[in-house]
């Protein structure tokens, strides 16, 4: 069943993978799944581990990564007092985009954090967040590191972005869901244009009401099953003439979760992450979810 389905989520140890700890915590004590807190430590002859090492430097190494495990195992429970969080922990050896794809094929989703600051968090979780993000089969949220800030304190509605496409349903479908489990509105946006319009149109312009007549019916209709599903979330639609990834980063900024599809409606069959989405991965401040 759906619940039995874990949240993974990867850790270095630093500070930013330990937010994504705690918010991969919430998350799963909100679907009342099981957590599932991976991290790697390197053996003698796999990809990357140099030759001639000792074996003590691999010892070293497994201990370190047993006590990653375990801190994060205090974070994701103190993330949520008073529940009763069934944790697991993996000590994998192979590559650490690697495991977490493993796993991502019997998981609800996958969480990863994408805090670039130092050296090792470029390698694990700058590189690794975007190899997860394209190719996991399953949501991916990308939680970037909030300095002094309780990932899960965030407040505010959750935000989507609605093409109109079958490529963002399912986000859309997630959005709700994320919606009504955290008892917050949901902010469903529409931006229609992909490019930057040379003009400017004037305030009772026919043909720009008749345009933006025409898109906010288009979101209302991508809405209205979902809706009808999940009576008690309120929605506020916002259609707008503005380039998706500009539109939805401002709507992010008082928001707690942001949902995107992994790619929109220009895509090609054989692009498994949008240009919205890898820029929205480099450039928002709040937990990104993004649905394949």
């Known amino acids: 069943m759906a619940a039995d389905r874990p949240i993974v989520v990867g850790t270095d140890g630093s500070p930013s993978a330990l937010q994504a700890v705690s918010w991969a915590a919430k998350e799963a004590a909100l679907r009342n799944s099981p957590l599932t807190v991976l991290t790697t430590t390197l053996r003698p002859g796999v990809y990357g581990a140099p030759v001639g090492l000792p074996a003590s430097f691999f010892e070293e190494e497994e201990l370190e990564a047993k006590k990653r495990l375990a801190r994060a195992g205090e974070v994701a429970a103190d993330a949520v007092p008073g529940h009763s969080l069934e944790i697991h922990t993996v000590l994998g050896t192979e590559t650490p985009a690697g495991e977490l794809l ?6 609800r989703m996958v969480v990863v954090g994408a805090n670039r600051q130092g050296v090792i968090e470029r390698m694990f979780l700058g590189s690794v967040s975007s190899a997860v993000a394209t190719h996991a089969q399953c949501p991916v949220a990308v939680i970037r590191g909030l300095p002094d800030t309780d990932i899960n304190d965030l407040a505010g509605p959750v ?39 040379p003009f400017a149109f004037e305030d009772g312009d026919p043909v720009w009401m008749q345009i933006v007549k025409d898109e906010t019916a288009q979101l209302s209709e991508s809405l209205a099953g979902h809706a009808e599903k999940y009576p008690d979330v309120t929605i506020h639609p916002v259609v707008v003439m503005d380039q998706p990834a500009h539109s939805l980063r401002e709507q992010a ?19 498994l992450l949008g240009s919205t989405t890898r820029t929205l991965m480099n450039s928002v401040n709040r937990p990104l979810l993004i649905v394949r």
């Open 253 to 271: 900024e008082n928001a707690q979760l942001l949902v995107v599809g992994s790619r929109g409606r220009g895509g090609f069959a054989s692009m």
């Open 159 to 197: 935000v989507v972005g609605v093409d109109g496409s079958a490529h963002t349903e399912p986000a859309v479908s997630m959005a709700f869901e994320e919606a009504a489990l955290r008892h917050t509105e949901l902010v469903a946006v529409h931006a229609w244009s992909d490019v930057n319009i």
């Open 102 to 107: 493993e796993h991502a094929k019997s998981a």
